[in-house]
């Protein structure tokens, strides 16, 4: 049978979940049925660019670390501006001005810019783990805060193995969420079996993230981006 997608949706729409949801969604923590839920509203194109980045990140992650570091401030930069010139009716220039403004920071305060990602890192995963050990969503804030100071603080004393494990980490979600948009814009292909596992082992995504994760790690240290450079020999 041939496998065939849906595109009804917009090139330009990432997702149709609105700003006031993920306001939400960062107070309560993200759980799998938001993560299920953006998978199924996602664009094709979309997840295709997601799967690509995804590898990028977590094969080459340390390797072009700065232009990634950049490129996610930049996204930040464009979302924060998305979000103060929606209610301005300009919310196209603003989040060009924010993308701009967010690169251009990033780029000369590289160290910094890590450790903010690691922030925000650490930051999703301790509200994934909470939320996924079942307990209560309302203080996911919590594992948040947890993760966030965990990340950032690693980041400024194990610099080269916080860059492999920020950028394996970022890329194993980008390419689970990449997978799993196209799979649910597969015609004909029982996405119950997905909800069913989800389900019922709350633990398997973050499982999962996780395996990848230290699978990229894994392939960036072998290539050596974990190795000290060799000082020159004193004259």
Same mark, same amino acid.
């Given at each position: 049978?041939?496998?065939?997608?849906?595109?009804?949706?917009?090139?330009?729409?990432?997702?149709?979940?609105?700003?006031?949801?993920?306001?939400?969604?960062?107070?309560?923590?993200?759980?799998?049925?938001?993560?299920?839920?953006?998978?199924?509203?996602?664009?094709?194109?979309?997840?295709?660019?997601?799967?690509?980045?995804? *590898?990028? $990140?977590?094969?080459?992650?340390?390797?072009? +670390?700065?232009?990634? %570091?950049? &490129?996610?401030?930049? !996204?930040? =930069? #464009?979302?924060?501006?998305?979000?103060?010139?929606?209610?301005?009716?300009?919310?196209?220039?603003?989040?060009?001005?924010?993308?701009?403004?967010?690169?251009?920071?990033?780029?000369?305060?590289?160290?910094?810019?890590?450790?903010?990602?690691?922030?925000?890192?650490?930051?999703?995963?301790?509200?994934?783990?909470?939320?996924?050990?079942?307990?209560?969503?309302?203080?996911?804030?919590?594992?948040?805060?947890?993760?966030? *100071?965990? $990340?950032?603080?690693?980041?400024?004393?194990? +610099?080269?193995?916080? %860059?492999? &494990?920020?950028?394996? !980490?970022? =890329? #194993?979600?980008?390419?689970?969420?990449?997978?799993?948009?196209?799979?649910?814009?597969?015609?004909?292909?029982?996405?119950?079996?997905?909800?069913?596992?989800?389900?019922?082992?709350?633990?398997?995504?973050?499982?999962?993230?996780?395996?990848?994760?230290?699978?990229?790690?894994?392939?960036?240290?072998?290539?050596?981006?974990?190795?000290?450079?060799?000082?020159?020999?004193?004259?």
């Amino acid at each position: 049978m041939p496998l065939e997608v849906t595109t009804t949706q917009p090139a330009m729409q990432i997702t149709s979940v609105s700003t006031e949801h993920w306001l939400d969604v960062l107070r309560r923590g993200l759980g799998q049925t938001d993560l299920l839920h953006t998978c199924r509203e996602m664009n094709p194109a979309v997840a295709v660019i997601l799967i690509a980045a995804g *590898i990028i $990140f977590l094969l080459w992650g340390y390797y072009a +670390f700065k232009a990634l %570091v950049t &490129l996610n401030a930049a !996204a930040m =930069g #464009a979302w924060l501006g998305t979000m103060l010139g929606k209610e301005a009716g300009g919310a196209l220039p603003a989040a060009c001005i924010g993308a701009f403004i967010g690169a251009a920071v990033a780029w000369p305060l590289m160290k910094y810019a890590v450790a903010v990602m690691g922030g925000v890192i650490g930051m999703t995963v301790g509200m994934c783990v909470w939320r996924s050990a079942g307990l209560d969503p309302n203080f996911a804030a919590a594992g948040g805060g947890m993760g966030m *100071i965990f $990340f950032g603080m690693l980041s400024f004393i194990l +610099f080269r193995t916080s %860059v492999m &494990l920020f950028t394996s !980490a970022q =890329g #194993a979600v980008m390419l689970i969420f990449g997978v799993l948009g196209l799979v649910f814009k597969i015609n004909g292909f029982d996405t119950h079996v997905i909800d069913t596992k989800l389900a019922g082992s709350p633990m398997l995504m973050p499982i999962v993230v996780g395996f990848a994760a230290i699978a990229g790690l894994l392939y960036q240290n072998s290539q050596g981006g974990g190795q000290q450079p060799v000082p020159a020999p004193a004259k």
